[in-house]
């Protein structure tokens, strides 16, 4: 019988359940659920709806299950995987206390630069090693703690799981922080793997109530560890058995790096490309030079030891948001719907190099009229602003290619490393355009998929676990090379 594992990836635009069935040195990925996801709104600030992702996670896995018995497949293990930073709080009775906030509520504007004052960003970066994000977790629990929206939460909290570990709490009963994920906290010593209690005990010390964080933090474990079966209402409610659910790279970027087929000699960059594009590379420990603290690169912590340095880039989330309001517009009958794969075809007919945005401006980063915010910017360049969505988007996918082009280069020179080839994974991947204008900008060879890259990740990280896969990770890099079409650009 083939050894099937069920990825759930919870993505920021779209939650999915897939099996992979391990086969001969391949995996064969069959989705077998996606639900829409995005932060909501309800007048309580933005905030993730943990009952639909759960409802979607539910309704996957029974789905997974009954493929695999039509199919002759062993479920061998559930992994969950999903964007960092954001987290539930749970009371004493294990239930949340309320739906996690979104990075993107703006209740951490300026946040970061109050706490810098006190520990400054340098004092962080030598030991969190992470980029200044606005949002990052330790922010998000400074703005609840420190009487701002979230204070009452704050004050029932008992527990502090992030996203995938809150979803794997519900499916196993077991409270853990996976490693990878916990290290987009803000909370974790980057050089030992383990929560930083310098840092903890500096925000304890000025932020009296974030005294008590230590204790809400769970145990932390490393991607691989078995942490339970699932309990008896899941398997009630989707028909599986007492199947094991592995800590898998939670982090969902973690995940698409493990899924990316990069070469062994470190010589080629990522971008995990989605809602946002993480733009970096691969390396074997930390670098927390002063030359990468200034250029925002982050430390964040991969398999095996390893350490993704990278910098977030705004990513497709301009182009989604500016398709969400078109589409809005046209069921107000105001202009024609809009086709994604028509609009980028479009988009290529433009002409290229009308104006180049600052992609990584915060003025991106929230909900909202996006397409206006975009003509601002280009009006504040002094560029014609464009008349059509085709031309906009053109405009908006220049600049992203740009701004990966520089990510790259800056990766290799403050890594010290070659970089001759350039690896696109994620939903992104499929964007031939910008495919094609990476390639131009960057000068390097653009390897394009796999674009569920997370949800390989996430299998081939609990088949290694389960011991049905290699054991190495160039080992799983070549189950990645083997179940994949990859296209060059
Ligand atoms: P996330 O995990 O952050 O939700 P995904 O990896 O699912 O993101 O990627 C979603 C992105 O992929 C969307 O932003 C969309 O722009 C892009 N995308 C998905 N399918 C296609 C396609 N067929 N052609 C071009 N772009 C695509
Ligand atoms: C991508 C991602 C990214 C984080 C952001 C919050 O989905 O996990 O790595 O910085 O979401």
Not at 52 to 58: D, E, F, N, Q, S
Not at 128 to 144: D, I, K, M, R, S
Not at 275 to 296: D, F, H, I, K, Q
Not at 408 to 433: F, I
Request: charged share 20%.
């Amino acid at each position: 019988m083939s050894a099937g594992f069920v990825a759930v990836d919870l993505g920021a635009t779209s939650g999915r359940v897939m099996l992979g069935v391990l086969d001969g040195g391949r995996v064969e990925l069959v989705e077998c659920g996606r639900f829409a996801n995005g932060p909501v709104d309800s007048g309580a600030g933005l905030r993730w709806d943990v009952e639909a992702l759960w409802a979607g996670v539910l309704d996957g896995l029974r789905a997974a299950g009954t493929l695999a018995a039509r199919t002759g497949v062993k479920v061998r293990g559930v992994g969950v995987d999903s964007w960092a930073i954001d987290h539930g709080l749970l009371a004493r009775d294990g239930e949340l206390v309320a739906d996690p906030w979104c990075y993107r509520d703006p209740r951490t504007e300026g946040v970061a630069e109050r706490v810098y004052e006190h520990v400054p960003f340098d004092r962080h970066y030598a030991v969190n090693g992470l980029q200044h994000l606005p949002f990052t977790t330790e922010f998000q629990l400074v703005a609840g703690a420190d009487g701002g929206p979230g204070a009452a939460e704050w004050a029932h909290a008992d527990r502090l799981l992030l996203v995938p570990d809150l979803i794997t709490y519900r499916l196993t009963g077991r409270q853990v922080a996976e490693v990878t994920n916990a290290s987009t906290t803000g909370l974790l010593d980057v050089r030992t793997r383990a929560w930083s209690d310098e840092l903890l005990t500096l925000l304890g010390t000025r932020y009296p109530p974030l005294a008590r964080l230590r204790g809400l933090l769970p145990d932390l474990v490393e991607p691989g560890a078995a942490v339970g079966p699932l309990t008896d209402a899941v398997r009630a409610a989707t028909g599986l058995g007492p199947v094991p659910v592995f800590a898998v790279a939670s982090h969902d970027t973690a995940s698409a790096v493990v899924g990316t087929p990069l070469p062994d000699d470190g010589s080629a960059a990522y971008i995990s490309s989605g809602t946002w594009s993480l733009v970096g590379v691969e390396l074997p420990g930390p670098v927390l030079t002063a030359a990468g603290r200034a250029a925002n690169f982050t430390n964040e912590l991969g398999v095996d030891g390893t350490v993704r340095y990278l910098r977030n880039v705004m990513g497709l989330w301009i182009l989604d948001e500016c398709v969400r309001e078109w589409t809005v517009d046209a069921a107000r009958g105001d202009g024609p719907p809009v086709d994604l794969t028509e609009l980028l075809d479009a988009a290529a007919a433009e002409p290229g190099g009308r104006c180049l945005l600052t992609v990584d401006g915060d003025e991106y980063l929230a909900p909202g009229d996006m397409p206006a915010r975009v003509r601002a910017a280009i009006d504040r360049s002094g560029a014609d602003v464009p008349g059509t969505r085709a031309a906009l988007a053109r405009v908006v996918l220049d600049s992203l290619a740009e701004a990966y082009a520089r990510v790259v280069r800056q990766a290799g020179e403050l890594a010290g490393t070659e970089v001759r080839a350039v690896h696109v994974v994620g939903g992104g991947s499929q964007n031939d355009l910008l495919n094609r204008l990476t390639a131009r900008a960057t000068g390097l060879p653009v390897v394009a998929g796999p674009a569920e890259a997370t949800a390989l990740g996430n299998v081939l990280v609990q088949a290694r676990a389960s011991g049905a896969g290699p054991r190495t990770l160039a080992g799983l890099r070549e189950v990645v090379r083997a179940s994949t079409e990859l296209r060059v650009f």
